[in-house]
Nanobody
Framework: QVQLVESGGGLVQAGGSLRLSCVAS?????????EGWYRQAPGKQRELVAR???????NYADSVKGRFTISTDNAKNTVDLQMNSLKPEDTGVYYC?????????????WGQGTQVTVSA
């Protein structure tokens, strides 16, 4: 069982910055196949923002490339998202995600979400 807890959301003006952090706790060794951040805007589907795969490959949504940076600290079991040059369209609930390998495939775990609001 894995628990993910996000922090760092809030209200910021366009052009500003926020840093989101997600801490994972697990009864066993935390070793995900992938971990990252998704977001969901009102009336829209949840979408990938940034993700780090086992081995180090990183994927970013085209809309955030050059503005957002994802990073992990394996010793602390954290995955952070540095968001710069924020735009109103970045507004939404941001969810931390971890895909944990199992004997039969993968289990996806999600945090409770943190609200990010960017004002024009």
């Amino acid at each position: 069982q894995v628990q993910l807890v996000e922090s760092g959301g809030g209200l910021v003006q366009a052009g500003g910055s926020l840093r989101l952090s997600c801490v994972a706790s697990s009864r066993s060794i935390f070793s995900p196949d992938a971990e990252g951040w998704y977001r969901q805007a009102p009336g829209k589907q949840r979408e990938l923002v940034a993700r780090i795969m086992r081995g180090g490959n990183v994927n970013y949504a085209d809309s955030v490339k050059g503005r957002f940076t994802i990073s992990t600290d394996n010793a602390k079991n954290t995955v952070d998202l540095q968001m710069n040059s924020l735009k109103p369209e970045d507004t939404g609930v941001y969810y931390c995600n971890a895909d944990i390998p199992t004997r039969w495939g993968r289990d996806a775990y999600w945090g409770q979400g943190t609200q990010v609001t960017v004002s024009a």
